[in-house]
């Protein structure tokens, strides 16, 4: 019985680990409309006053360069841009799951 209990949670958490890491794309979508569009557009393009702004550094989010950055990297340079700095404090780990999820349908 022990044997088959701990199989049974294992088979569980194994299962688990993909669905974690994947994000909820559509979660992340509604705090990117509420979060993030002000300055990288609904499709992540960026907006208008803000590549005025910023020029090449505020790279479209669904471009090759931000979609070949592993989800990781792009945490990464999520709380480190300075621009962040206001929103990167009320975002946490799940929510950035949810929006890298969003960010990758933007491709
Ligand atoms: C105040 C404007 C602003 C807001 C709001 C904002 N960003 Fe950004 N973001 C920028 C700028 C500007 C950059 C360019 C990099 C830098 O500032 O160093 C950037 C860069 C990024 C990058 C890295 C792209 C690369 O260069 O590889 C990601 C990912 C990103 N933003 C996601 C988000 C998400 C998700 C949100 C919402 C939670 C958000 N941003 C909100 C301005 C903003």
């Known amino acids: 019985m022990k044997r088959f209990l701990f199989a049974a949670t294992m088979t569980m958490f194994a299962l688990s680990l993909p669905l974690r ?6 979660k992340g979508k509604e705090m990117f409309a509420k979060k993030c569009v002000m300055c990288h557009a609904a499709d992540g393009a960026g907006a208008p006053a803000m590549k005025k702004k910023f020029g090449d550094k505020l790279k479209p989010l669904g471009g090759a360069d931000v979609q070949k950055a592993k989800d990781a990297d792009l945490i990464k340079t999520f709380k480190e841009a300075v621009n962040h700095k206001l929103i990167a404090k009320s975002i946490t780990d799940a929510d950035m799951e949810n929006l890298i999820a969003h960010v990758r349908t933007l491709k």
């Open 21 to 26: 890491a994947a994000g909820d794309a559509a």
